[in-house]
């Protein structure tokens, strides 16, 4: 099966006049734990950011209060890691477009059962796994979720080399191959982040050459995360939504150093700057 490389922006979906906030999708992030509440915050506001009509946080019930009073325009769930606490996510996750899951959610055990059991039970559901997320899964196996659900993962090459089980690939060229042929394998869409991040259905290919050197900062990939689920339940394809999603992060990182530098950019900034990189978007409805 051959890769045919995707050149030109998928477009970004028009706000109908008489459009009402479940016109535009329900993002439901999985998110922070104790001491990374602010990853939570940062996918929440993102998916707000990336237009999305509804935005709940399910989040540890320890830090839920935090992720709360951060910012006012999400809902917040308070869920028990276990005992029954992967039931709770999945009965949200009827109501939802689009799950966020990873974003600081940690990494001991009871946290990857609890992320792999949101898996086997949630079906249907369009996942954009990152970070922790993408820890609990890995090595990836198709049991990890269900067969009708779609992925799109956001990994590192760190992430991707744990994923696929094999070493980082070393030059483009690998970074392209692998990449393909890991999204082939697992039936969904990979973005493989790096100075020019691969996006891949396995079909389907694309380079995205927006983004700096200051964008290299923690929190970053959790505002990236939030705005790829927000394209989705907007109604954007998981592989159209993750090639916006990656063009318009990585412009708004640009508008921010232009104006900021590159050194003292941070993913708040990157937020700030969202606004801006879709009104050049939407120049073009």
Same mark, same amino acid.
């Given at each position: 099966?051959?890769?045919?490389?995707?050149?030109?922006?998928?477009?970004?979906?028009?706000?109908?006049?008489?459009?009402?906030?479940?016109?535009?999708?329900?993002?439901?992030?999985?998110?922070?734990?104790?001491?990374?509440?602010?990853?939570?915050?940062?996918? =929440? $506001?993102?998916?707000?950011?990336?237009?999305?009509?509804?935005? +709940?946080?399910?989040?540890?019930?320890?830090?839920?209060? !935090?992720?709360?009073?951060?910012?006012?325009?999400?809902? #917040?769930?308070? *869920? /028990?890691?276990?005992?029954?606490?992967?039931?709770?996510?999945? %009965?949200?996750?009827?109501?939802?477009?689009?799950?966020?899951?990873?974003?600081?959610?940690?990494? &001991? @055990?009871?946290?990857?059962? *609890?992320?792999? @059991?949101?898996?086997?039970?949630?079906?249907?559901? #369009? !996942?954009?796994? @990152?970070?922790?997320?993408?820890?609990?899964?890995?090595?990836? $196996?198709?049991? *990890?979720?269900?067969?009708?659900?779609?992925?799109?993962? #956001?990994?590192?090459?760190?992430?991707?080399? /744990?994923?696929?089980?094999?070493?980082?690939?070393?030059?483009?060229?690998?970074?392209? %191959?692998?990449?393909?042929?890991?999204?082939?394998?697992? =039936?969904?869409?990979?973005?493989?982040?790096?100075?020019?991040?691969?996006?891949?259905?396995?079909?389907?290919?694309?380079?995205?050459?927006?983004?700096?050197?200051?964008?290299?900062?923690?929190?970053?990939? @959790?505002?990236?995360?939030?705005?790829?689920?927000?394209?989705? =339940? +907007?109604?954007?394809?998981?592989?159209?939504?993750? !090639?916006?999603?990656?063009?318009?992060?990585? $412009?708004? =990182?640009?508008?921010?150093?232009? !104006?900021?530098? +590159? #050194?003292?950019?941070?993913?708040? &900034?990157?937020? &700030?700057?969202?606004?801006?990189?879709?009104?050049?978007? %939407?120049?073009?409805?």
């Amino acid at each position: 099966m051959s890769t045919t490389t995707v050149r030109e922006l998928p477009r970004l979906p028009r706000r109908a006049r008489g459009g009402h906030k479940g016109t535009y999708g329900k993002v439901l992030a999985v998110a922070g734990s104790r001491g990374m509440s602010g990853a939570a915050v940062l996918c =929440g $506001r993102a998916a707000l950011r990336g237009g999305a009509g509804v935005v +709940q946080v399910a989040t540890p019930i320890d830090v839920q209060a !935090v992720v709360a009073a951060a910012y006012p325009g999400y809902t #917040t769930f308070g *869920f /028990r890691t276990g005992g029954g606490g992967a039931a709770e996510v999945v %009965e949200l996750a009827r109501g939802a477009d689009v799950l966020a899951v990873g974003p600081g959610l940690g990494r &001991d @055990d009871a946290t990857g059962a *609890f992320v792999r @059991d949101v898996f086997a039970r949630a079906t249907g559901a #369009t !996942v954009v796994l @990152d970070a922790d997320g993408l820890f609990a899964v890995s090595p990836f $196996r198709h049991e *990890f979720g269900s067969p009708t659900s779609t992925f799109v993962m #956001t990994p590192h090459p760190g992430e991707f080399a /744990r994923l696929t089980g094999n070493p980082a690939p070393r030059t483009d060229g690998e970074r392209e %191959e692998q990449a393909v042929a890991f999204a082939k394998r697992f =039936g969904g869409v990979l973005l493989l982040k790096g100075s020019t991040t691969v996006v891949t259905d396995g079909v389907q290919l694309s380079f995205n050459t927006t983004g700096n050197p200051g964008m290299a900062t923690g929190g970053s990939g @959790d505002v990236l995360t939030g705005v790829i689920a927000a394209l989705v =339940g +907007q109604g954007l394809g998981a592989f159209d939504a993750a !090639v916006l999603g990656a063009w318009v992060h990585g $412009r708004a =990182g640009d508008l921010g150093a232009a !104006v900021l530098g +590159q #050194t003292a950019l941070t993913a708040t &900034d990157v937020l &700030d700057y969202l606004p801006a990189a879709f009104k050049e978007l %939407e120049s073009h409805w």
